[in-house]
């Protein structure tokens, strides 16, 4: 696609590696974004900041991202800063950038993730942080949302619904992937257990693993070879492998650690289901990719869960291993009723929106 006044963006946000999270949405926008004619730099504030690429800028330090986003702001970027309710460093780097990039002469674009109860969010969860996500909110002249829900606890704030835009997280480029051949250790686990269950998941307290391995402790009482693959970063993962071994499930529970797209779908598509823990994480793709692809999905209840989810209590042991053994009591059944959801072309709305094209259908 020919454009005749490009844009410059520059990407505020986490960025693979590893390869989770909105960085995984942003990867895909730059692509898009680049293949229009535009030119996006990304500013990686993720875990791998420090670590130098030539897809994007890294971050040393605070004095070095306030030193970045003013260069970029400087030559004429406009910043796409990203944000959640969870966490007050987030929220005041964002606010930096967007202050940074207003100065400049800019008007930002803010996407918000997740869904419509977070820790600080909305305003009746924090007063305190509420006059901080006003002003946030208040700088953008566009603010990206995934739902209708979220978009309706924005408006709460005093800002104006017609600059807020739910784009929904997921899109049809989640889908595309090559099957590989998983891992020796993957596969031997997979020969060796059924059912295999599967899990996406960061060791920190919103994921609620310690109740995940107490359902697995309940389920393998009825269903002896059941295994779980627990998927992602391994980073703090110590408490939860030493849970594992001190309630004898070190042959059941496997941390895979942080699998490339074409293998953790590879791996999706050959266990019997998708087990979702967080509660502050919306409609989440990794659920709707499971779905399309035919997967079962029991996820923790969050008020945003799609059709064909099997929801149980968050933090429940018990009812999580009951939802379960009630899944693949009636696998076949639950497995031909799951509705594939709508995957549209989520990415080429953001990315139509972020450089201003006339007529974008997210606009």
Request: with cysteine; glycine share 6%; aromatic share 8%.
């Amino acid at each position: 696609m020919s454009v005749t006044s490009p844009s410059k963006i520059l990407e505020i946000t986490s960025y693979p590696p590893p390869r989770a999270g909105w960085g995984v949405r942003v990867q895909y926008v730059k692509e898009q974004l680049e293949a229009m004619g535009h030119t996006c730099v990304v500013l990686n504030t993720g875990k791998s900041r420090k670590i130098k690429s030539d897809e994007y800028e890294t971050v040393e330090n605070g004095v070095d991202y306030v030193r970045k986003v003013m260069r970029f702001s400087r030559h004429r970027y406009t910043v796409h800063a990203h944000v959640n309710g969870d966490s007050p460093k987030g929220l005041v780097l964002t606010l930096l950038a967007e202050v940074i990039n207003f100065l400049c002469g800019r008007r930002c674009v803010l996407t918000f993730h997740a869904g419509p109860m977070q820790k600080y969010f909305p305003r009746e969860r924090s007063r305190m942080f509420a006059p901080v996500f006003r002003l946030v909110f208040l700088i953008p002249r566009k603010i990206v949302c995934n739902s209708e829900a979220v978009k309706a606890k924005i408006v709460s704030y005093g800002i104006d619904p017609d600059k807020i835009v739910p784009i929904p997280a997921f899109s049809r480029q989640y889908l595309q992937f090559h099957r590989v051949k998983l891992s020796d250790r993957l596969e031997d686990f997979i020969r060796d257990h059924d059912p295999v269950l599967s899990t996406y998941a960061f060791f920190r307290p919103e994921f609620y693993l310690e109740s995940l391995v107490d359902s697995m402790k309940l389920l393998v009482q009825r269903f002896p070879r059941l295994g779980l693959i627990v998927m992602g970063s391994d980073a703090g993962s110590e408490p939860i492998a030493e849970q594992i071994r001190s309630l004898g499930l070190q042959d059941h529970v496997l941390l895979a650690g942080d699998l490339p797209h074409d293998e953790f779908l590879s791996l999706l598509t050959s266990t019997r289901m998708y087990i979702r823990t967080p509660s502050k994480d919306g409609v989440c793709s990794s659920v709707l990719e499971a779905l399309s692809l035919s997967v079962p999905v029991v996820a923790s209840e969050n008020g945003t869960r799609p059709a064909g989810v099997v929801t149980f209590t968050p933090n429940d042991a018990e009812d999580l291993a009951a939802k379960v053994g009630d899944v693949l009591g009636a696998y076949d059944d639950v497995r031909r009723r799951i509705p594939r959801p709508e995957i549209r072309d989520t990415v080429l709305d953001e990315a139509l929106l972020l450089s201003g094209t006339p007529n974008a259908s997210a606009a």
